[in-house]
């Protein structure tokens, strides 16, 4: 037999006893001098952070992005130079359950990459879908508070759901993708992954693009129909997190072929739909998908707590040879990514194993709970010590013109700007006839639930008919709403 190590405290020392406290004889009271059970329960009573106030419940596996593709044009991006090899980690979600829902439910799917690369860390942080369904930060807590449960009940509420939906218009598209059998993916696998906003690319010269990600899936698209992925609720409410799981150690590696849609950055104030709104595509007729690389999941993590429920991904980790856009959305998430880091996990997040970058770090940013490492003296700039410099050069080409009255407001629309047109050629002319089918099936079955009011089912048919009067028509008729 293996010698087994001693149980020690978390200091090291050798531990009194894996069984007893220390007590005033052996029907005694316990002693509080008995260090060793008091650790053991303060330590216990510690065990969680804070849960993600969204993408709570996910798994994740560690992995490479190789580019096969000269896209040196559009970006000067080492992770994206042909040939470049990055290792990475993605973390998949759901998005509106707590850390032990079910994996099936009926959600968007989150698709977060943290890329290591030689210039610090790249995190694309998106979801299954290429768009989402409010094009504002404003109203991104009103939402998500209208998805999760109530203030009296503690009740998730449908009624609530459609509430929000119904007056918000923009929030179409996506409730037609979530509606749709992509709403319950079959697998981790066999989904795709979006960027889903529009990023700037600038290359060498300063010349600049915009660009979108789209991760196809290599093993084929598969979703589960309303019923199969109710049923697996209860059958296995950990199926993506088991599945991802088993494929991997089997060897079975789980690959993305990654595209690319670029636009010139002048098209952008023309084009016909705003490029920068979160609630729509680039049809790929005027933009084609570019395949540039793969993407890989290779090795599972050891420690789920240490590897994915302390992995902090931030949109804000922007490389040299890419930027933000104005797309508000993103403006929003680059702010509150890295504040919800700081407040779930600690200021020194990325100092974690996870989150540390592959890429040397020469930060003058010191201290704070948990630190393990700071970059030394000096401890201010400008000195005169030998300290690290900024190199403004390698951030040229980031910048662009921008001008305007300050004030709040929506978008301005371009040409073809409403918030129905693309949901309803998603309807018209992408989905088949069964997916046509399972999308009515399902939005039925959602607005059925008992707490959706008569008044409620009339706004939903009235929401579906603002995409497409048959499908609104077919709501209609699955939840009797007069005159249908
Ligand atoms: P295309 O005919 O060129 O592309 C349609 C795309 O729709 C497909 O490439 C596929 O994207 C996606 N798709 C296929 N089946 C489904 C489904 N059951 N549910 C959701 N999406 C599906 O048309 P356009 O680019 O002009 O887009 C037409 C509509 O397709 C858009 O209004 C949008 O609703 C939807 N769509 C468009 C995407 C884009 O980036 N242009 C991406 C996804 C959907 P994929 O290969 O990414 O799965």
Redesign the pocket.
């Known amino acids: 037999m293996t010698e087994r190590p001693t149980t020690t405290t978390n200091a090291g020392i050798p531990a009194p006893s894996d069984e007893f406290s220390q007590s005033v004889g052996p029907n005694g009271p316990l002693l509080l001098q008995d260090h060793y059970l008091i650790q053991k329960m303060a330590q216990f009573n510690r065990e969680r952070v804070p849960e993600r106030v969204v993408h709570a419940k996910g798994g994740g596996a560690y992995g490479v992005l190789q580019i096969t593709e000269d896209v040196s044009q559009f970006t000067k991006a080492g992770l994206f130079q042909k040939g470049a090899e990055t290792d990475l980690l993605l973390r998949f979600s759901t998005v509106a359950g707590e850390l032990g829902s079910a994996d099936s439910a009926r959600d968007p799917r989150g698709f977060a990459i943290k890329l290591y690369t030689g210039q610090g860390n790249y995190d694309l942080v998106g979801n299954n879908t ?1 768009i989402f369904f409010i094009r504002d930060p404003q109203k991104f807590s009103d939402f998500i508070h209208s998805q999760k449960r109530r203030a009296d009940t503690h009740l998730r509420d449908n009624n609530m759901q459609w509430d929000f939906w119904t007056l918000s218009p923009e929030s179409a ?1 996506q409730v ?2 979530l509606m ?3 709403g319950t993916p079959a697998s981790w696998r066999h989904m ?1 992954g ?1 960027g889903s906003h529009t990023f700037l690319w600038y290359n060498a010269d300063g010349a600049k693009f915009w660009v ?1 990600y ?1 991760f ?1 899936t290599d093993q084929g ?1 598969k979703n589960f129909t309303g019923a199969e992925a109710d049923a697996m609720k209860s059958v296995d409410p950990d199926h993506h997190l088991r599945d991802l799981r088993t494929a991997i150690a089997s060897g079975d590696h789980p690959a993305w072929t990654l595209q690319i ?1 670029i636009m010139p950055f002048e098209d952008a104030a023309e084009y016909r739909f705003n490029p920068f709104d979160l609630t729509k ?5 005027d933009y084609p998908p570019i395949d540039i690389g793969k993407l890989t999941l290779n090795r599972n993590p050891e420690n789920y707590f240490a590897e994915i429920e302390q992995a902090a991904f931030d949109p804000a980790n922007l490389v040299p040879g890419i930027g933000a856009s104005p797309d508000k959305m993103l403006q929003g998430r680059l702010f509150s990514y890295p504040d919800t880091h700081r407040y779930r996990i600690g200021p020194n997040y990325l100092q974690l194993p996870v989150n540390r970058p592959k890429a040397p770090v020469h930060s003058y940013n010191k201290d704070g709970p948990m630190t393990y490492v700071n970059s030394g003296d000096p401890v201010y700039a400008p000195n005169s010590m030998g300290g690290p410099v900024a190199d403004p050069e390698l951030w040229k080409g980031e910048s662009y013109a921008v001008a305007g009255e300050i004030i709040r407001s929506a978008y301005v629309l371009h040409p073809e700007d409403d918030d129905y047109g ?2 309803r ?2 309807w018209e ?4 006839d069964t ?1 046509r089918a399972h999308l009515v099936a399902n939005i039925v079955g959602h607005a059925s639930a008992p707490e959706v009011t008569a008044d409620m089912k009339v706004r939903v048919v009235e929401y579906w008919r603002n995409i497409a009067k048959d499908l609104g028509d077919h709501v209609a008729k699955g939840l009797a709403v007069n005159g249908s």
């Open positions: 290429p598209h037609t993708f749709s059998d992509r795709n979006y979108k789209h196809k698209i849609q595509v680039w049809p790929h007729g693309q949901p050629t998603l002319k992408v989905l088949s997916d």
